[in-house]
């Protein structure tokens, strides 16, 4: 998995500790247990709790603050950075908050792995009474490779470094045209709606 992914759990129904909203890989059939929670994520208890290795230790620490019944938890997936963090929109001592609860993970991401993983969104309630929807509203971009990032660096910098050079006419260098063709480009494709609008909460 790559690129930057945000969605929202809206909580209908929730006690303090029983509901928690994260991430997962697929897990195996053979050793799942799907009677605990597990990946990494965000208890409404105030901590984040992860499971660790094969034999599914768990971690918990003090992370946040308390989401309860009414509350919308944003969660935001950077596979770019390996890092995953939350947001909380609700009460707060009768006052309406919209927090930036920070990283609660930065290492979902590993130097030594080979193998890229794959998250997928993950709920786990403890009470038959516990009820989480999600939202509409989801984002996502998905973050070029290293190859194509290297590449763009490289025309940036023959960009600027040439910028000062004297032109013989007012038209462009050569090397220089592959800008004006991505913008043009931009702006006929943004002029004809085909850019998919999202309202966000800014």
């Known amino acids: 998995s790559c690129g930057v992914h945000f969605w929202e ?4 129904q929730a ?9 997962s890989e697929k897990p195996d059939s053979k050793s799942a247990r799907l009677t605990r929670w ?6 409404s208890n105030r901590s984040s709790y992860e499971t660790t290795g094969h034999g599914m230790g768990e971690r918990v620490a003090v992370y946040g603050d308390q989401f309860h019944t009414g509350d919308i938890v944003g969660v935001l997936l950077d596979l770019n950075r390996g890092r995953l963090s939350f947001f909380l929109d609700g009460l707060k001592y009768g006052e309406h908050i919209i927090a930036d609860l920070g990283d ?3 290492n979902l991401i590993s130097a030594s792995s080979v193998k890229p993983r794959t998250l997928f969104p993950i709920v786990g ?6 009820r989480v929807t999600l939202t509409p509203r989801w984002l996502s971009s998905v973050g070029a ?10 025309k940036a910098w023959l960009l600027l470094s040439s910028w000062s050079r004297e032109r013989p006419t007012q038209m462009p260098f050569d090397e220089h045209m592959w ?21 966000s909460r800014c």
């Open 15 to 23: 006690e303090v500790g029983s509901i928690f909203l994260g991430v």
């Open 179 to 199: 800008i004006y063709r991505d913008g043009w480009r931009n702006w006929t494709a943004w002029k004809t709606s085909k850019h998919l609008r999202i309202r």
């Open 38 to 43: 597990m990946g990494h994520g965000f208890v």
């Open 125 to 130: 309630i403890s009470r038959s009474s516990d």
């Open 145 to 154: 490779n290293s190859q194509e990032e290297y590449g763009l660096y490289q």
């Open 9 to 12: 759990f809206k909580v209908e």
């Open 104 to 106: 609660a993970f930065d």
